[in-house]
């Protein structure tokens, strides 16, 4: 029997643990069929060492120490039959897998899952606000029947709760320049008529069928985005517009509070709220120029209650003194106020989580959050105020939220590039 040596190898590492068994024979064999990992020089905490000679067929040594090794041999022979080399096995080594530590991704990983946390708690707060918003000021509207004044003082309301959180330096107060002002200008206009025409057509039609209209929102952010922002749509993004259109078609067909005021003023309000978005996307990626989220909100908010104020007075005059409110009106000014104020915070809340949204991501993503929750609002305002719907409306409705969840998964998909 051809001389061997033994060796055993054990080392401790704070990184891995490394163990090594290995029979092989006095001449040095490399297999050929197998790379032999390497690892980091071990820090020994005790060493076993063999050394062959010719004129002994076993030696065995630790830490440099002869050591009786025969009955040892016969022993591990007999019970381990397998570490006797073989012609099959003429090398046996046993490696311990290395223990990994903490992956370097995880709190790449643990940032997305709170981002995303956030950005759902802030979308459900989104809804949640715009039920009661669209319950209020519907109860409002429906008795007090001057959409700009009412428009006026909610953008009244919110002024004063943004100079309240910058006097309470609750939120740094921006320092303004001209050129910003300038850049603003055309937002803050969007924003006016957006928010007035979406309270004219509150005030002539069913709150649900104001927000199946306000369903073809991403059909104008297609269209704006290709204008102001050069988004070229896919052939998928086109075609998931066709049931969007076709879904509110159907379903302003058989609405049954359809009247063309608020019909038109619904759509109106689409291209203009969807042009604030887009502009303010725009506004928001320039580094020279940029505002934070509540910030841009706020002077928004502010120049609109300023732009407003005498549009109001002079086309609907002065209708909001008690006296007129009891006497001509007729109503109960308490409730009213109430009613009015309730409106008007959730109002200020929801806008500002909007653009706070918005801020986190694309316009698209946001037009198709929109639409999602233009379905909590239809279903929560048919249920509170039990409008009656019909079969087909329903189907329209269906038909073009169908739609809207095409067009959001048609918007992932990334056009191929052209090859020449």
Known sequence: MSPYSLSLLASLNPKMHTLSLSLFPSTPHVPNHITTPKFPPPLSHSHLSSSSSSSSPLSLTIDGLPCPSHSFLLSARKSFPFLVSTPKFASFRVLAASLPEAGSDEPTKSSSMVKTL??????????????????????????????????????????????????????????????????????????????????????????????????????????????????????????????????????????????????????????????????????????????????????????????????????????????????????????????????????????????MILQMVSPVTHSVGNCVKRVVVIVSSVIFFQTPVSPVNTLGTGVALVGVFLYSRAKRIKPVPKTN
Not at 160 to 168: E, P, R, S
Not at 213 to 221: D, G, L, Q, V, Y
Not at 317 to 333: E, I, R
């Open 118 to 355: 956030q950005l759902g708690a802030m979308l459900a707060t989104w809804y949640l606000l715009n039920i009661y918003f669209n319950i209020y000021n519907k109860q409002v509207l429906k008795v007090y029947q001057f959409p700009a004044t009412v428009t006026a003082f909610q953008f009244g309301f919110a002024t004063l709760m943004i100079n309240l959180i910058w006097t309470l330096n609750l939120h740094p107060r921006p320092n303004i320049s001209g050129s910003e002002i300038a850049a603003i200008l055309p937002l803050a206009v969007a924003h006016t008529m957006g928010n007035l025409l979406t309270n004219i057509s509150l005030g002539k039609v069913a709150v649900s069928f104001t927000h199946t209209i306000k369903a073809m929102e991403p059909f104008f952010t297609v269209v704006l985005s290709a204008l102001f922002l050069g988004e070229r749509p896919t052939f998928w993004v086109v075609s998931s517009l066709v049931p969007i259109v076709g879904g509110v078609a159907l379903a302003s067909r058989t609405e049954v509070s359809f009247n063309w005021i608020g019909f038109s003023t619904a759509m109106a309000s689409n291209l203009t709220n969807q042009s604030r978005n887009v502009l303010s996307k725009k506004l928001m990626t320039n580094e020279e120029e940029t505002l934070d989220n509540i910030n841009l909100y706020s002077v928004i908010t502010i120049i609109s209650f300023i732009l407003l104020v005498p549009f109001a007075i002079l086309v609907e005059g002065v209708k909001f003194t008690p006296s007129y409110l009891q006497s001509a009106a007729g109503l109960n000014v308490r409730v009213l106020c109430v009613r009015s104020v309730l409106a008007a915070l959730c109002f200020h809340a929801y806008q500002q989580v909007s653009y």
